[in-house]
């Protein structure tokens, strides 16, 4: 099986738009979010009569303080690095499940043996079946850390779900270039980076290609919004062909889109200049794959 | 020669697990005594540095050699600090792999990619 | 002195453009922009850098000559950021949590810790005498909140705090500390749906919040009808314009060009210095 992962850097480019159009004009059978973060394929791609699985996902686990043998001599809080100890009204203290990251130094240093290791779910992941089609998804808690192991989950899942090892998942990846989009480029056959005409949006592919480049994964740049400025789509342009880029695709600022979105519908759907272009971009994907 | 690989159950039919860092055992396969023991991953469940606490599983296994797909680079630092030799697994058994290497038909593990960070 | 939050769920929502032109209508202001992995406020603001900081964690380091290999230091990790190789310890930095853990256990004092850096933070100014603090995180980097915390040190004066996109753990380091939190919110499926989590996290802190739709076209929209049924205040309504999305793109500052802007970004200063000062 081949898989694609859509980045982007920057938010707010159309990662999950070309994502939920790709996945429909390619028939894609094996797709997953791992913007677990701020999950949104599902609300175009899962259709309500698909049956769901849902499991909690455990993070680090935390520490917990029993609170009868709790004496608040306060030696836990000297060493927590993390602001995550809480003196209680009783003068007790008790761990902060936001800030704990899990570490145990507290326990260590505990003289009453009073703090111990507790599971934590910081989320959930979802699988949603139907016929031969498997989307492998999954939501963070807010204020949750360790999202990479989450991201790997989701992709886990969906490598367990599917059927037959052929063909092409797609996957969504999450903005930015930190632990989630990191744990995303693990085993991707292309890189499918969508950027837009803007200097944020330029400013952000760069440092997106850069982290991508670490992991030397096969990268294919898709120009969204190409014609709001042309100044500024000739600058993405020269850049891709400086680090040898190859451009997959222009996509034009088109209204129909949000339209189309808000409404639930998939782009494939309907007959407008986007999804022309989107079209084309399907067409070149095997070839790229293959390069 | 005690040669180490992860797998995905305790069978020596089943494959060499191309996860590294995050599969539920190792198989230790000694070759002069045809003992096969298998260990749990401590690092399956880990949040992160999987790779890292995986291979020093497979250190603490005292093993001479192991055979993978591919392992991170952190993985890579430790297995080579130790001087374990790797081994490229083929797409087939455990035992299969291992006849291989007895053979001296199993290529020496250059795969190592850049790993796949999870820490917070 | 006020310090106000600028999230959003979503990304792309018009954070930074919210950030950057509220900053710019309050004289004296400081802009911190926490979006460390992705820093875009800088090329709305052109700033003159001042000065550049290296921001560092905190390292374990082994001396070799002192280590006795009592493998304490490895058992101890709870990240796998340390193991043990031909007797000693080997240190794995970008897994390490900097928890200090491993130099508290050693019995020898083998083990110590030594500061590597996370990112940089550029410090300037822009305007006449506004402040901008930008955190740009080391590409390889995995986590950003040691560096947001730094960002935050060099708030002064009323504070405009640029927040990464999410809700998860660098963005409830960006909100410690604030006063109110502005949640830029646009009006499709997946604003309001991202909309909901950093509403979540708001009132989990409880923080004060009020929003700011952006990118308005028709009347009403979808996040007006979420703010009816919840009840919160909507400060302003940014239009969507083709214009203002081009002078965006090319990095000009909105309210130095558009007057019907620099009067609502003004008029939201206002409002959030009403609400700050109670």
Known sequence: MKRILVLSGKGGTGKTTLTATLVQMLQIKA???????????????AKKEWEREDKPFLGMQISFIDQDKCTGCGKCVEVCRFDALVKTATGTYQ???????????????????????????????????????????????????????????????????????????????????????????????????????????????????????????????????????????????????????????????????????????NLADIDCPSSKAIGKIAEKIPSFLEK | MKVAMAITEENLQAKVNPTFGRTPYFLVFNTET?????????????????????????????CDAVIAYRFGENAAKVINGAQIKSYKAIDASAEENINKLTAGELSPLSDIHPGYHHAN | ???????????????????TNLSACIKGSTYLDCDVEEPNGSLLLHPTITSKEVVTKLMPETNQDICIGCRKCVDICRFGALAFLGGKPMVFPEVCHSCGGCTLVCPTGAMSEKPQ???????????????????????????????????????????????PPGSACSVMESIKGCDYCVLVAEPTIFGLHNLKMVYDLVRVFKKPYGIVINKCEDESNLIDDFCKQEQIEILERIPFTKTIASNNARGHLAVTIDQTLHELFSDLANKLKERTSL
């Open chain 3, 1 to 19: 002195m006020m310090h106000i939050a600028i999230l959003s769920g979503k990304g792309g929502t018009g954070k930074t453009f919210v950030s």
């Open chain 1, 95 to 265: 761990v902060n499940p936001f800030n704990c990251e899990g570490c145990a130094v507290c326990q260590y240093v505990c003289p009453e043996n009073a703090i111990s290791s507790k599971d934590n779910i910081t989320g959930k992941t979802s699988v949603y079946t139907h016929e031969d089609t498997v989307f492998s998804t999954a939501q963070l808690n807010m204020g949750s850390g360790n999202s990479g192991k989450l991201v790997s989950e989701v992709k886990k899942n969906l490598d367990d779900a599917v059927p037959k090892n052929e063909g092409i998942a797609i996957i969504d990846g999450s903005p930015g270039i930190g632990c989630p989009v990191i744990a995303s480029l693990s085993g991707i056959d292309l890189a499918l980076m969508v950027t837009e005409p803007t200097s944020s949006g330029l400013h952000d592919l760069k440092r997106i290609v850069k982290t991508s480049k670490i992991f030397a994964t096969k990268i294919a740049i898709v120009i969204n919004k190409s014609d709001i400025d042309e100044e500024g789509c000739q600058l993405v342009e020269a850049y891709c062909q400086e680090e040898h880029l190859p451009i997959i695709g222009h996509i034009p600022y088109d209204s129909t889109v949000s339209k189309t979105i808000n409404k639930g519908e």
């Open chain 3, 117 to 163: 850096s996370v990112g940089i933070l550029e410090n300037g100014t822009f305007l006449e005498n506004n402040h901008i603090t930008t955190g740009i995180l080391n590409v390889g980097e995995a986590s950003a909140v040691s560096l947001i915390s730094a960002v935050l040190k060099k708030a002064q004066n009323d504070t405009i705090i640029d927040c």
């Open chain 2, 34 to 62: 045809k003992e096969a023991t298998y260990r749990v991953n401590p690092a399956m469940n880990a949040s992160g540095g999987a790779g890292i606490q995986a291979a020093q599983a497979i250190v603490d296994t005292g």
């Open chain 1, 31 to 45: 797709f997953a979010d791992c913007d677990v973060d701020a999950p949104n394929l599902h609300l175009i791609c």
